[in-house]
């Protein structure tokens, strides 16, 4: 009997055995399916296929698609100057017949704007140029014809004539903040058309001494020598700012570049479109910030008003009663509060408009009406 036994537990271990492999191998041959997920060769595994949309929220390759193709490559040349003394016989006599130099080259950036052809760019990427080539995204080459420039904010407006051009969409650069996620497209070094990505680092840089007016967008996205002119734009591809500038040791990006923004160029643009030239207003006063000493001698508030340091004679302010030692802290109820305040709610005003200025003195506050005058370079250097 416990023979019987024996064998009965062995028979039954064995069967249990082969169930086992069998439910696990070939689950089939016992008519149900497997209660393990199959698994999917690599090979055969399946694929989601090619992107078609720019849904991916951490990708701005939708904004460099929409946009890169307005920016263009800007190529200039300068002949080379002519030796005054070349055609004097005794100078020929002694150093012989000079051959003339390379011509100069420069190279930079430009957006289009208008599908008329104006492209928007740096004042010094095409000053003193004689020739200036305009190389699209699509390989096409133009000359360029200046329409006009505006050195006092380093902006300059070209036109080629080409058909079917594209064209970038002006964004509102005034509803940047800092934080918000930027692109600069253009040619540095020549390499070819580059896009790089970085944030708004700050807005409204003013006293860095590039241009008359500044109220600079400061961003940490790479901009390098040939990137003048260029376009920074934002998640959306609209245009922000023109690339302009760097602070750099080296001569290369170090984090730190400046882009004109859009709301100044527009301005500009429109001006040298309609009339040619930029037209500002001009009071003839030469201001200084306020210390905290003065601040203080005169009950202001830190950061409130500029001091006149010099009136010039016969100028519009002159002639309205202004005197050296006012301290404007308004024009036409605009508050005042640094110099590059001062000049650029100057230089909006228009000539021969009569603005209400209000002006600090020792006896009390009053109001001046003074009539602006038509501000240009020469007349204006040193003087609002």
Not at 262 to 286: F, H
Not at 305 to 315: A, D, R, T
Request: hydrophobic content about 40%; cysteine-free; proline content about 7%.
């Amino acid at each position: 009997m416990k023979r019987l036994w024996l064998i009965f537990a062995q028979t039954v271990t064995v069967l249990l055995a082969v169930f086992f492999v069998v439910a696990t191998l070939q689950p089939q041959w016992l008519g149900r399916r497997a209660s393990m997920p199959s698994v999917v060769p690599v090979f055969e595994a399946p694929s989601l296929g090619a992107r078609t949309d720019d849904s991916n929220p951490l990708s701005l390759r939708g904004a460099a698609r929409k946009a890169a193709p307005t920016v263009v490559s800007i190529v200039t040349s300068k002949a080379p100057a002519n030796n005054p003394q070349a055609a004097d016989p005794w100078f020929r006599f002694f150093f012989g017949d000079q051959a003339p130099t390379q011509p100069q080259t420069g190279l930079g950036s430009g957006v289009i704007v208008s599908p008329a052809g104006y492209i928007l760019t740096n004042n010094h990427v095409i000053e003193e140029a004689d020739e200036i080539q305009v190389s699209l995204n699509d390989g096409r080459v133009a000359p360029a014809q200046v329409i006009g420039t505006d050195p006092e904010t380093d902006l300059a407006i070209l036109k080629i004539a080409l058909p079917d051009l594209p064209v970038i969409t002006l964004g509102d650069s005034d509803a940047l903040e800092i934080g918000d996620s930027v692109l600069a497209i253009g040619n540095p070094f020549g390499v070819g058309q580059t896009v790089t990505g970085g944030i708004v680092s700050a807005l409204g840089r003013t006293q860095l001494g590039i241009n008359t007016f500044e109220n600079f967008i400061q961003t940490d996205a790479a901009i390098n020598p040939g990137n003048s002119g260029g376009a920074l734009v934002d998640v959306n591809g609209h245009l922000m700012g023109i690339n302009t500038a760097i602070y750099s040791r080296s001569g290369g990006s170090m984090g730190i570049g400046f882009a004109i923004p859009t709301s100044t160029a527009r301005s500009v643009m429109e001006a040298i479109v309609k009339d040619g030239q930029v037209t500002r207003g001009w009071l003839g006063v030469e201001p200084q910030e306020m210390s905290p000493e003065l601040a203080e001698s005169f009950g202001l508030a830190k950061g409130r008003g500029v001091i006149i340091s010099g009136v010039l004679q016969n100028g519009p302010a002159a002639q309205a009663g202004l005197r050296p030692g006012d301290v404007i802290v308004s024009i036409d109820n605009r508050p005042v509060n640094s110099v590059p305040a001062l000049l650029s709610t100057v230089a909006a005003l228009k000539p021969g408009q009569s603005v209400r200025v209000g002006v600090l003195r020792r006896e009390g506050e009053t109001t001046i009406q003074v009539t602006a005058g038509r501000r240009n370079i020469a007349r204006a250097n040193g003087s609002r």
